[in-house]
């Protein structure tokens, strides 16, 4: 009877010393399963969820992923397997970019045999365009509606995009993922191809190829919702369990003049001020080139910035007035930067007021111009105010008098014409400004790849010749540099005639075609090259691809775009110091430091072509960041009409993975092995249990025991 105890006893430490081996060796021997099982998908985008004051837009999975049988549409008759003949659904889409449409989508989003579409975006843009935008980008919250102007509310009077089929603006029930490499897209189509094709135009036999997408989105509903169930989270929970985020960023903004940021301007001075909105989108998360619609215009007026910064060390006198630089986040949804800025203006938490602005030039999409012309927009409504049209008047005939000598030419849209989407809008809403929006369209955009994932260097025919290392390609004046050039000399000059600047000092302000063409380069092409790691702090560098950046808002920041675009910014228009690192990052030591009047930036400097340690050094520029989030977040007017109310839902994980998929049959027969397999280890182990008394009792114990 003690023997049999102790086999028991000896048996049971086997059992747990197999369960520590198995539980440390768990990992390594679950990750070697899944690999021979499953092939994971990652470089992919997804679309996901975003919310406003009224509803839900985007895409989103299962809260476990959403599987389906593989089947490639090539063609539009690829898609009736899909729809109606395939045998084996719930299919997932692998879908060719060229049938990525509105209509399409929608045919699949009504379908119920549908899992979910993985789209391959193609290298060549469609060359009958494609824009996934809205036809009138930010209608709600311009400055057009019923109570001012409102024949050209709505785009009543020019329909700014025409090819905008809203696609982006859809809600699908599904997830849908972009592609980005051609490797993996060429594993799908081999395992479609091996498994998944009908032969002869019988079923094809399981296995098959099946993949599954997974992108649950934690916010539902409508920013309201998810808003609420965050204060209500933060009101009662020690670990708050957020659903959404605000979009949001900072905007950027510098002066000619340094602006004390610990004071405000007197009512005296007046400031011109140029801006340029920096963000972008696409139907997918994080891919927004934005060549046109945002790179053309920011580039534009950071090379404007550089002219008249070189320029203003050889003036035969200073400007009457100042010039201030902006550049706005988020202006895609609803105007998120200019709104902010013209919030904080009013309520005078910002360096100047309404009423120190003396006028507003707005670039916007100039990348596409047809021949040298470039035409001028202004409010019609505002220039019925004869002191504004005066003003407006001024702009226009300083813009001409720029011009001159230029491979550029200028235009007015006309006088009933109202304005494009712009920041501007924004301004206008809370005062009647003077101002006009330079663009390379007349009336309907120029671009047609508005925020798409078309909108690249390709679409701004920013092309080099072949062989050219990328060191090479950084450094060669492109065709589009050059036009762009020319848009800068022109803005430039006008703003320093609309500055009261001299007609004679003039012809001292020049954009440099080299500093455009490398800022192309850097904001389209490739990030990390060794102007950008020269301009950027050593912290910095890990924000450097190489590939483009993507200017899509996001809700952390500073986006790596805002920072190249700050630090751009401050190298072309700031000063080196002679400061030392410590100095230079902490200017609150220093004496006489202006630290209200400038920013310190320690940043990494080139390497020297005799050491491989590069020069860092300190600039010093007026150089400003400001917040970009909604007015309505800080008033918690979540169903604000007047501002913008865009959240991004928040998810646990972002995959796509490839797998073959047995029949339901042969599942069920699995499951039912397995249980039976279950059922008799649990009679074995009860029976072992209840007889160990006699299985473990040795022929050799004895009865009695002598002591």
């Known amino acids: 009877m003690l023997l049999s105890r102790k086999m028991a006893s000896l048996f049971g430490k086997l059992i747990m010393l197999l369960a520590l081996i198995l539980q440390n060796r768990g990992d390594v021997f679950g990750n070697a399963v899944e690999q021979k099982i499953y092939v994971k998908l990652n470089n992919t985008a997804p679309c996901v969820r975003l919310l406003n004051s009224t509803h839900q837009i985007g895409c989103q999975s299962s809260i476990s992923g959403d599987t389906g049988v593989i089947h490639v549409v090539e063609v539009l008759s690829d898609l009736d397997w899909v729809l109606t003949a395939g045998p ?16 399409l989508m929608m045919k699949i989003k009504d379908s119920p045999r549908v899992a979910g579409v993985a789209v391959v975006i193609p290298k060549t843009a469609p060359s009958n365009g494609f824009s996934p935008h809205q036809s009138c980008p930010n209608e709600e919250t311009g400055v ?33 993922f972009m592609m980005r490499d051609e490797n993996e897209t060429s594993v799908i189509k081999k395992c479609f191809l091996d498994h998944n094709v009908p032969v002869n135009g019988s079923v094809p036999p399981y296995p098959l190829c099946a993949m599954q997408l997974y992108s649950h989105m934690h916010a539902v509903t409508n920013s309201a919702t998810c808003m609420r169930r965050n204060d209500i989270q933060m009101s009662f929970s020690i670990n708050p369990d957020v659903v959404c985020d605000p979009l949001s960023d900072y905007n950027i903004w510098s002066s000619m003049k340094p602006l004390n940021t610990s004071g405000r301007a007197g009512p005296e001075e007046r400031v011109v001020i140029a801006t340029a909105r920096l963000d972008s989108r696409s139907f997918f998360w994080e891919i927004a080139p934005g060549g046109d619609s945002a790179v053309s215009g920011f580039v534009t007026l950071l090379s404007v910035a ?36 013209v919030y904080d203006i009013q309520k005078g938490k910002f360096v100047i007021g309404l009423e120190n602005i003396d006028s507003i030039v707005e670039i916007g999409q100039v990348g596409l111009r047809n021949g040298s012309k470039l035409w001028i927009h202004s409010d019609p409504i505002s220039r019925k105010n004869s002191s504004v049209n005066e003003e407006v008047i001024n702009l226009v005939s300083a813009l001409s008098s720029a011009s001159s000598g230029l491979n550029v030419s200028v235009s007015e849209a006309g006088f009933s014409q109202p304005l494009p989407p712009a920041s501007f809008q924004r301004f206008l809403k809370a005062r009647p400004i003077p101002g006009v929006v330079l663009t390379d369209h007349q009336s309907a955009f120029n671009n047609r790849f508005y925020e798409s994932s078309y909108d690249t260097a390709g679409n701004l025919r920013v092309r080099y010749p072949s062989g050219l290392s990328p060191e090479q390609q950084l450094d060669f004046i492109t065709d589009t540099a050059r036009s762009l050039s020319e848009v800068s000399t022109l ?42 790691r020269s301009l950027l702090s050593q912290e910095l560098q890990s924000i450097l691809v190489d590939s483009p950046p993507q200017y899509y808002v996001a809700v952390s920041s500073p986006a790596a775009s805002t920072r190249l675009v700050q630090y751009v910014l401050a190298n072309l228009t700031g000063t080196v110091t002679n400061l030392t690192q410590d100095q230079c990052q902490n200017p609150d030591k220093n004496t006489g430091s202006d630290k209200e009047l400038y920013e ?13 340690r590069p020069g860092s050094y300190c600039v010093r520029a007026a150089v400003r960041l400001s917040k ?25 994980d972002i995959r796509a993975r490839i797998f073959l998929v047995a029949s339901k049959e042969l599942e069920m027969v699995t499951l039912a092995v397995g249980i039976a397999i279950l059922v008799v280890s649990l009679l074995v182990t009860y029976f072992v249990n209840s007889k160990a008394d006699i299985l473990f009792t040795s022929a050799r114990e004895t009865t009695t025991a002598a002591y």
């Open 88 to 103: 084996n659904p719930p299919y997932m889409v692998l879908l060719q970019g060229e049938l990525f449409s509105r209509e």
């Open 628 to 652: 970009a989030i909604s007015p309505a977040f800080e008033l918690k007017d979540y169903r604000s009409t007047e501002y913008s109310t865009w959240t991004e839902s928040r998810w646990k």
């Open 600 to 612: 310190y930036l320690w940043v990494q400097g080139e390497v020297s072509a005799n050491t491989s």
């Open 491 to 532: 803005v430039a000059r006008a703003l320093f005639l609309q500055a009261g600047g001299l007609q004679t000092d003039l012809g001292k302000i020049q954009a440099d075609p080299k500093t455009v063409t490398q800022m192309l380069y850097g904001f389209l092409i490739q990030s990390n090259n060794s102007w950008f």
């Open 144 to 176: 057009y509606s019923d109570s001012y102007g409102p024949q050209y509310s709505h785009c009543n009077r020019t329909l700014w995009n025409p090819l905008g089929d809203g696609l982006s603006y859809e809600d699908f029930h599904f997830p849908v």
């Open 306 to 341: 550089e002219a008249l910064a070189k320029a203003a060390e050889n003036l035969t006198a200073p400007l009457p007035k100042n010039i201030l630089f902006a550049f706005f986040q988020g202006e895609v949804f609803d105007y998120i930067g200019s709104s902010r800025m």
